[in-house]
């Protein structure tokens, strides 16, 4: 492929280079560009590579007028405007395709290299991990590369010596960059935080509640949010996140109770009573649209965040004022032990006590039964637990595909399908909770973590999306009951993919190597583990770095112990001694520049098959070589080379004339092959 590239005239070769880069900008695109947009960019640069290589003529305007018009009214059609952060990203991919069949001069390469690097930035919107600011660094080489090439007249170097100068180049700005990075002023926010189109449409946990809500969830590798623990991880059957609490219930779809879309009001009277050693963590939650804090059950105390204060509903909901449209970072010490609320008069326990008239008549009647009447009625502990061990012997199935269920839910799903998801079992079991006359309630959130034990941290996926139970007794107040852990539970202490059915036979084996089925020997899954550090790391130093953790970096820095401070002065006086000594030493290896030159010169000859003979002076090379095969302007070449490097190496030059020469030299380099 280098071999053909290089094969290529001049302006063949610039202009496939433009147009690789082009494409390597608009890869990423195609990620989240609708399929009929994807091929309509990629066949403008198909098209007009094929017109550079083979040297046919460019398509008239009368051509690229009507496409550009049909190009733009499809766009229109599929995001209904053409201006806004997803259809200018659009409006843009387009133009870029249909530019590059409208390239004439150099001013129009200069337009569509620009162009590209705005393009590029835009990827900013969809993807800011490590893989992604790998490959937009390659691509910006390479635009640089292409944008290099139009800059050279008749004569350029190799590809491959016009990257490694663009990468050289790179390499000295990153110090720079990193200067700037920490001490340019920079707006409150990510660069690239703003919410994204349509942010309240992103899957995650809602305000309600139905059958098949939570299992839409179970497939969806998104990222929620991530927690580095300064105290021992938590064992998994205790990592429960707690998001909405939800207590209305119309037959079919639960709710919260109260106004739907409102933050809660904050209650100072909650009633908790705290009980043994603390968990005390970082969480780091993914940008989303929605307001809900994340914490394990239950908070004890969460950090404020900077511009958008929280508060907290009397079931312990945490529900930031704005949305949440960056990545946020918070400090959170939960209690795995707690009493709360032990005190709920006969008023407060109604509302968790209320069931629809007339809904699923068949459960509310095998309840009331279940518990009995009197002085024979059960326990409230007793009739939890005789629910509960009513699941784990009937023939129930935890399953992501359960069948539909009909206008009383509850009584198809106890007594017909017995086929569901956690939302069936945490449901129903409310259900029939309220119906023996003891208040419960569901919780949804998220139940386990992605663990890491090598750094202490866990991540939470949208898979991990998961509903459970409170009910409330006397004297203990909301206890949490997951009746899923009745019916499958691997799923609590391993993970969701342990929990589901066996996959078939030939997936078996992968599935336990990538550490899918819970385990945790997987090669895949240890690999997995050390990436997730990595990109915690970058979230955490690059990504997240907000004014206030930049602010509060360079305080440490300006508190250090004047001992510390004097160690790094050293050590960097010292690592710029050691970069100086390496530029001398390499220097001083290569010798005469002009001599360089001579011996790269020879070797290039050698090449050709007209090795310099340990006797020959420049003048007989110079003999011998003009009486060889080549080209009449690389003999040209070769003479000039031989007469300049001959008057300088053996003449009284000055130093100005001497750095002349020498880019006479290399300029005539290029031309002897």
Request: aromatic fraction near 8%; glycine fraction near 8%; charge should be positive.
């Given at each position: 492929?280098?071999?053909?590239?290089?094969?290529?005239?001049?302006?063949?070769?610039?202009?496939?280079?433009?147009?690789?880069?082009?494409?390597?900008?608009?890869?990423?695109?195609?990620?989240?560009?609708?399929?009929?947009?994807?091929?309509?960019?990629?066949?403008?640069?198909?098209?007009?590579?094929?017109?550079?290589?083979?040297?046919?003529?460019?398509?008239?305007?009368?051509?690229?007028?009507?496409?550009?018009?049909?190009?733009?009214?499809?766009?229109?059609?599929?995001?209904?405007?053409?201006?806004?952060?997803?259809?200018?990203?659009?409006?843009?991919?387009?133009?870029?395709?249909?530019?590059?069949?409208?390239?004439?001069?150099?001013?129009?390469?200069?337009?569509?290299?620009?162009?590209?690097?705005?393009?590029?930035?835009?990827?900013?919107?969809?993807?800011?991990?490590?893989?992604?600011?790998?490959?937009?660094?390659?691509?910006?080489?390479?635009?640089?590369?292409?944008?290099?090439?139009?800059?050279?007249?008749?004569?350029?170097?190799?590809?491959?010596?016009?990257?490694?100068?663009?990468?050289?180049?790179?390499?000295?700005?990153?110090?720079?960059?990193?200067?700037?990075?920490?001490?340019?002023?920079?707006?409150?926010?990510?660069?690239?935080?703003?919410?994204?189109?349509?942010?309240?449409?992103?899957?995650?946990?809602?305000?309600?509640?139905?059958?098949?809500?939570?299992?839409?969830?179970?497939?969806?590798?998104?990222?929620?949010?991530?927690?580095?623990?300064?105290?021992?991880?938590?064992?998994?059957?205790?990592?429960?996140?707690?998001?909405?609490?939800?207590?209305?219930?119309?037959?079919?779809?639960?709710?919260?109770?109260?106004?739907?879309?409102?933050?809660?009001?904050?209650?100072?009277?909650?009633?908790?009573?705290?009980?043994?050693?603390?968990?005390?963590?970082?969480?780091?939650?993914?940008?989303?649209?929605?307001?809900?804090?994340?914490?394990?059950?239950?908070?004890?105390?969460?950090?404020?965040?900077?511009?958008?204060?929280?508060?907290?509903?009397?079931?312990?909901?945490?529900?930031?004022?704005?949305?949440?449209?960056?990545?946020?970072?918070?400090?959170?010490?939960?209690?795995?032990?707690?009493?709360?609320?032990?005190?709920?008069?006969?008023?407060?326990?109604?509302?968790?006590?209320?069931?629809?008239?007339?809904?699923?008549?068949?459960?509310?009647?095998?309840?009331?039964?279940?518990?009995?009447?009197?002085?024979?009625?059960?326990?409230?502990?007793?009739?939890?637990?005789?629910?509960?061990?009513?699941?784990?012997?009937?023939?129930?199935?935890?399953?992501?595909?359960?069948?539909?269920?009909?206008?009383?839910?509850?009584?198809?799903?106890?007594?017909?399908?017995?086929?569901?998801?956690?939302?069936?079992?945490?449901?129903?079991?409310?259900?029939?909770?309220?119906?023996?006359?003891?208040?419960?309630?569901?919780?949804?959130?998220?139940?386990?973590?992605?663990?890491?034990?090598?750094?202490?941290?866990?991540?939470?996926?949208?898979?991990?999306?998961?509903?459970?139970?409170?009910?409330?007794?006397?004297?203990?107040?909301?206890?949490?009951?997951?009746?899923?852990?009745?019916?499958?539970?691997?799923?609590?202490?391993?993970?969701?993919?342990?929990?589901?059915?066996?996959?078939?036979?030939?997936?078996?084996?992968?599935?336990?190597?990538?550490?899918?089925?819970?385990?945790?020997?997987?090669?895949?899954?240890?690999?997995?583990?050390?990436?997730?550090?990595?990109?915690?790391?970058?979230?955490?130093?690059?990504?997240?770095?907000?004014?206030?953790?930049?602010?509060?970096?360079?305080?440490?820095?300006?508190?250090?112990?004047?001992?510390?401070?004097?160690?790094?002065?050293?050590?960097?006086?010292?690592?710029?001694?050691?970069?100086?000594?390496?530029?001398?030493?390499?220097?001083?290896?290569?010798?005469?520049?002009?001599?360089?030159?001579?011996?790269?010169?020879?070797?290039?000859?050698?090449?050709?098959?007209?090795?310099?003979?340990?006797?020959?002076?420049?003048?007989?090379?110079?003999?011998?070589?003009?009486?060889?095969?080549?080209?009449?302007?690389?003999?040209?070449?070769?003479?000039?080379?031989?007469?300049?490097?001959?008057?300088?190496?053996?003449?009284?030059a000055n130093p100005d004339e001497q750095l002349r020469a020498r880019r006479s030299l290399r300029r005539l380099l290029t031309?002897?092959?």
């Amino acid at each position: 492929m280098i071999r053909w590239f290089n094969s290529l005239p001049r302006d063949k070769a610039d202009i496939v280079l433009l147009l690789l880069a082009a494409a390597m900008v608009l890869a990423p695109h195609a990620l989240h560009l609708p399929p009929w947009l994807s091929v309509a960019v990629a066949m403008p640069l198909l098209w007009r590579a094929a017109i550079t290589v083979r040297g046919r003529r460019q398509p008239p305007l009368a051509v690229l007028a009507p496409l550009a018009v049909l190009g733009i009214a499809a766009v229109y059609a599929s995001y209904g405007s053409v201006l806004g952060r997803d259809a200018g990203v659009a409006m843009l991919a387009l133009l870029l395709a249909l530019k590059s069949l409208e390239m004439h001069g150099r001013r129009d390469i200069f337009v569509f290299v620009f162009l590209s690097f705005f393009l590029l930035l835009a990827n900013f919107f969809h993807a800011q991990g490590i893989l992604s600011a790998a490959w937009m660094l390659a691509t910006v080489i390479v635009l640089l590369a292409a944008l290099l090439s139009a800059q050279y007249g008749a004569v350029q170097p190799r590809l491959a010596q016009r990257l490694g100068l663009l990468g050289r180049l790179l390499a000295l700005a990153l110090p720079l960059s990193a200067v700037m990075f920490l001490a340019v002023p920079r707006i409150d926010g990510p660069l690239w935080g703003a919410a994204p189109e349509g942010a309240q449409a992103r899957t995650g946990l809602s305000d309600s509640m139905q059958p098949g809500a939570i299992a839409s969830l179970a497939l969806s590798s998104e990222a929620v949010f991530s927690a580095r623990f300064s105290t021992p991880l938590p064992p998994q059957d205790q990592l429960y996140w707690r998001g909405v609490v939800l207590g209305d219930f119309d037959g079919s779809t639960w709710t919260r109770r109260g106004a739907k879309g409102r933050a809660p009001a904050s209650d100072n009277r909650i009633d908790i009573a705290l009980e043994g050693q603390p968990s005390n963590y970082e969480v780091s939650l993914q940008a989303s649209g929605q307001r809900r804090i994340f914490a394990l059950d239950v908070p004890r105390s969460i950090e404020r965040l900077p511009g958008n204060p929280y508060v907290v509903s009397s079931a312990l909901e945490v529900l930031t004022i704005q949305p949440i449209t960056s990545t946020v970072r918070y400090r959170v010490s939960s209690q795995p032990r707690y009493r709360l609320q032990a005190g709920l008069s006969a008023a407060q326990q109604q509302p968790w006590l209320a069931l629809p008239a007339g809904s699923n008549p068949r459960s509310v009647a095998w309840a009331r039964a279940l518990r009995g009447h009197g002085a024979q009625a059960l326990a409230p502990a007793d009739a939890i637990a005789a629910v509960l061990e009513h699941f784990r012997r009937a023939p129930f199935r935890y399953t992501l595909q359960p069948p539909l269920l009909g206008k009383h839910g509850v009584d198809d799903f106890l007594f017909g399908t017995q086929a569901g998801f956690c939302e069936h079992y945490a449901g129903s079991f409310v259900v029939l909770m309220r119906a023996m006359g003891i208040p419960a309630r569901v919780v949804t959130g998220y139940q386990g973590g992605l663990r890491n034990e090598s750094d202490n941290s866990l991540s939470v996926r949208q898979s991990d999306a998961h509903a459970w139970s409170e009910a409330w007794l006397a004297g203990r107040g909301w206890v949490r009951v997951d009746p899923t852990g009745a019916v499958a539970p691997l799923r609590t202490q391993r993970n969701l993919d342990a929990a589901l059915p066996p996959a078939p036979p030939p997936l078996t084996a992968w599935r336990a190597l990538a550490g899918l089925d819970g385990g945790a020997r997987g090669a895949v899954a240890a690999w997995r583990q050390q990436w997730q550090q990595a990109e915690h790391a970058w979230s955490s130093w690059v990504l997240d770095t907000t004014p206030q953790r930049r602010r509060a970096m360079l305080d440490g820095l300006r508190n250090l112990p004047a001992t510390k401070l004097a160690l790094a002065c050293a050590v960097l006086a010292l690592l710029s001694a050691m970069a100086g000594a390496l530029v001398w030493w390499r220097q001083a290896r290569q010798g005469d520049p002009l001599d360089a030159l001579y011996a790269q010169f020879c070797r290039q000859q050698a090449r050709r098959g007209y090795s310099r003979a340990p006797h020959e002076g420049p003048h007989g090379y110079a003999a011998r070589l003009a009486a060889g095969k080549a080209t009449p302007e690389a003999h040209a070449a070769i003479a000039q080379f031989l007469a300049i490097y001959a008057a300088m190496k053996y003449g009284n030059a000055n130093p100005d004339e001497q750095l002349r020469a020498r880019r006479s030299l290399r300029r005539l380099l290029t031309q002897c092959r």
